[in-house]
């Protein structure tokens, strides 16, 4: 029997030609975004970590820049100001207790809130209360937030205790979609006194618990 070779490459060619017409029509798969409420609750349980941050400070009147690194633990938070914004050097650590501050020189000042001793030694309102959640990505549990989100459910701008909160942009560090860049400034307008405005750029996350 004479075998037709032209219609077997023929038939060879049309079956080749399906099975890739079939596979560029799978489409490829894509995750769905981390529901809100999901990744709020998962972030807020995050209590151990070390960060290393810039921050830029600027009000009405003056402007100045840090080193930041912020030391979280569940018992206690340490807070480093490295520059010309802290003066050369302000730690700041806080447990239940109570908060203490000491300067380069090692003098030292308590209160019980951090964000009143900073503003008392540096002259400079930064929230460290809330801070410490919104650099998570995440609103300040037990406080009344306005806030939008993108299309990724990620936290990207939040209204909360009188600051108006930015997130620029996301990075991954480590296993964690963490925010590296950060806008926080107050309600008031930028031609009043009271007007503070401070950027923060991770540099360095790493998540201890």
Known sequence: MKIDTKLINASLLLFTLSVLSGCTSIPAKKEAPVDWKSRQAAFAQIDSWLMHARIGM?????????????????????????GPLGGGVIYLQQDKTGVSLQDSNGKQWHADDPNELIYRVTGWQIPVSGLRWWLLGITEPGSTAEYTLDESQRLLSVTQDGWKVTLDKYK??????????????????????????????????????
């Open 58 to 82: 600027r009000s009405k009147h003056h402007s100045g820049s840090a080193t930041l690194i912020w030391d979280e633990t569940e018992r206690k938070r340490k807070l480093r100001l490295l």
């Open 172 to 209: 991954l560090f480590g296993d964690y979609e963490l925010p590296s860049s950060i806008v926080v400034e107050t309600q008031a307008g930028q031609d009043k006194d009271g007007y503070i405005r401070a950027k923060l750029i991770v540099k360095e996350w790493k998540i201890t618990n």
